[in-house]
């Protein structure tokens, strides 16, 4: 027998396998999140959603024609969307948010549960219900654990992406996890929305295995299909339950649309889901054949928390293999280093026992670096050496806690440190980060206690104007007079008193959990808040990688 006939009949084998073990369990769609079909003539009512499971069958074995395996399933188990729920900060983050303000813990689990367990909070709003996290959580970790638990720590899975619609997209009324899910033909049969048309017999084909039937639907290509989980504005809660004011917490969208990335018409899937070169099949059971693929890799920035869970894998329920969690963290390590940002050292000059250079950071992202979650924060190490090797000033070590060497803000939680237009002492440190501010402007890492920002230096995307920027991705701060902080990045001098220097040596420096973010978790007398602290300062020296690296000799004094 060829290769190719082996290929085949594995592949009928597949499918067969596929079609009766994929026979759903009897149920009701508010229990378990998949129901046995009434044996009536009223249309059936198909469950809202589908496990993974029922997906990952046919698209899995997906391999280029250079031999990449860019599998949709494999891909996808590995990333932070499929482990949103999982997640151990969102875990400690939304206890300290219940812990806070106790009066409103349902309300507030259930927004975070629209991002983080969509689907079992969809199902939670069908029943009239409210989203919830911990319980599904927990029912994973014990024998009670039921099918819409399995939804629930299915994360951001296949059918919550594909089948949202069209309707209020790039609207305000999308956002903070508000889409909509595409409502079922009239024969109860429900959508899968896919970028491409596919034949009938192929329709056929998977609504008999998964219960959902194609769709293409060209919005599912846009960045404002992102947008709905990526754009949050947070209502800040006061001592009576009372909302005080909102954040715009998290504008990746808003970013991009004032960069020269939205005017190129590059979104978000062409960094965070990029083609692979086909001719290669869609499906492996009776999948045809494209010219390229998205990846469902979705690589983004979060190293750092997909190793921790790697490490912690059986405490946290972890599903992903080793090896696939892994190969996520290299290819956003690879994503990192390679498209990020770059460092670069200029203007050397010794006169008079002080060194002076500036460094030129760029942005290559479309949107600010950091975005998103603002836990994150990138910074500048610079040591200056001697001909010996000998440090003649450093700025901006890291420490073996995952802390920055004089940053005020990881020395006390009531302060912050400045951008800088200068350098001159190795107790300051330019650091590009967002610090949350009360109502009274004291730092926080509250959320739901923030209703401004005290600081916003994060870098800017390529034809971002901080001018005519709107105020919810406004620059906050020094750096908004800083001239030398603009469109794709900054130019920070530096002028030192510093004699006999040789080399000079930059790490620009990126950590999703800054060292303030985990620490506040301390006085939290929960289990999440415990867990993750304690999984932190395990890994303190493992927090934060490098996105560029740049090294200059200096020349003759003058």
């Known amino acids: ?321 080793s090896a696939e969690l892994e190969a996520t963290a290299l290819a956003t390590i690879r994503q990192v280093e390679n498209a990020t940002a770059t460092v670069a050292i200029e203007r050397i000059a010794v006169a008079d026992g002080t060194l002076a250079f500036a460094l030129q950071v760029t942005n290559l992202t479309g949107h600010k670096f950091p975005t998103g979650f603002p836990s994150r924060r990138a910074w500048l190490h610079v040591t200056v050496r001697d001909r010996q090797g000998r440090a003649l000033f450093e700025s901006g070590r890291v420490t073996e806690t995952g802390s920055i060497a004089g940053n005020d803000n990881d020395a006390a939680a009531d302060a912050f440190e400045p951008h800088y237009d200068e350098i001159t002492r190795s107790d300051q440190a330019q650091i590009y980060e967002s610090i949350l501010g009360t109502p009274a402007a004291t730092p926080t890492t509250g959320l739901l206690q923030a209703t401004q920002y005290l600081k916003d230096n994060r870098l800017l995307p390529r034809g971002f104007d901080k001018r005519t920027a709107a105020p919810e991705i406004a620059v906050f701060g020094a750096a908004a007079d800083d001239e030398d902080f603009a469109a794709g990045g900054d130019r920070t001098a530096y002028r030192l008193a510093v004699t006999a220097a040789e080399t000079i040596d930059v790490e620009l420096r990126y950590q999703p959990v800054g060292y303030r973010w985990a620490q506040n978790l301390a006085p939290y007398d929960a289990p999440e808040p415990r867990h993750f602290l304690g999984y932190y300062n395990a890994l303190g020296p493992f927090t934060s990688l490098v996105v560029a690296r740049a090294s200059r000799t200096v020349g003759p004094s003058r």
């Open 1 to 321: 027998m060829t290769q190719r006939a082996r290929s085949i009949l594995a592949a009928a084998s597949a499918w067969l396998c596929v079609v009766l073990l994929a026979t759903p369990h009897a149920g009701t769609a508010q229990s378990t999140g998949r129901t046995e079909p009434p044996r009536s003539k009223t249309p059936a009512r198909i469950p809202m959603f589908a496990p993974s499971s029922d997906c990952v069958a046919c698209h899995n074995n997906l391999i280029t024609p250079g031999g990449e395996d860019v599998s949709i399933g494999t891909s996808w188990r590995g990333t932070m969307m499929a482990n949103s729920a999982r997640d151990p900060y969102v875990r400690a983050s939304v206890r300290r948010e219940m812990i806070d303000h106790a009066a409103r813990a349902d309300d507030i689990e259930d927004e975070c549960a629209a991002c983080h367990l969509p689907a079992a909070q969809r199902i939670a709003h069908a029943a009239g219900e409210k989203g919830r996290l911990f319980v599904h959580l927990a029912n994973n970790a014990t024998a009670k654990r039921t099918a819409l638990d399995a939804l629930a720590v299915d994360g951001v899975s296949c059918t919550v992406c594909h089948q949202i619609a069209a309707d209020r997209l790039g609207t305000l009324e999308s956002f903070n996890g508000k889409f909509v899910v595409a409502p079922p033909h009239p024969d109860g049969r429900r959508r899968a929305f896919g970028p491409v048309d596919v034949d009938a017999g192929r329709r056929r084909l998977m609504h008999s295995v998964t219960r959902f039937e194609q769709e293409q639907a060209a919005h599912i290509r846009e960045s404002e299909v992102c947008a709905t989980c990526h754009t949050l504005i947070t209502e800040a809660i006061g001592p009576d339950g009372g909302v005080i004011g909102s954040l715009p917490e998290q504008m990746n969208y808003q970013e991009w649309r004032h960069s020269s990335y939205f005017e190129e018409q590059r979104g978000c899937q062409s960094c965070h889901m990029p083609e692979a070169p086909g001719p290669l099949r869609i499906a492996s059971v009776l999948g045809n054949y494209r010219e390229r693929l998205s990846r469902h890799s979705f690589v983004g920035g979060n190293a750092f928390m997909l190793r921790l869970m790697n490490r912690y894998r059986a405490e946290l329920g972890v599903e992903a293999t």
